[in-house]
């Protein structure tokens, strides 16, 4: 398993990024994802996750209603669409898997893979 985030970048407040995360291998299916994200200063936080079977996600409060994880199975490929986003959304954003993943995908401890990281930035 090899995590590659990217979709990163600087945009204004009230706009949209889409963050993708492929992963090289071919696992993929049985994997659990979860993005979290780390602001300077800050512990990493979770953002949202998305289990590998049956596809149920779950948000952070801080994110729900704004932000949307979606996979494409045939892609290798998680997304995190980011809607009416607003400063204190900025932080490097890491994508996660978890073999066969089902409890606990809020914690970063029960996580096996980790991406590199894309930043984001929200301009205000």
């Known amino acids: 398993v090899q995590l590659q985030a990217s979709g990163g970048g600087l945009v204004q407040a009230g706009g949209s990024l889409r963050l993708s995360c492929t992963d090289s291998g071919r696992t993929f299916s049985s994997l659990s994802m979860g993005w979290f994200r780390q602001a300077p200063g800050r512990e990493r936080e979770f953002v949202g996750s998305?289990?590998?079977?049956?596809?149920?996600?779950y948000y952070a409060d801080s994110v729900k209603g704004r932000f949307t994880i979606s996979r494409d199975n045939a892609k290798n490929t998680v997304y995190l669409q980011m809607n009416s986003l607003k400063p204190e959304d900025t932080a490097v954003y890491y994508c996660a898997g978890a073999v066969r993943g089902y409890y606990g995908l809020e914690r970063h401890t029960t996580y096996n893979y980790w991406g590199q990281g894309t930043l984001v930035t929200v301009s205000s």
């Open positions: 998305i289990r590998w079977s049956g596809g149920n996600t």
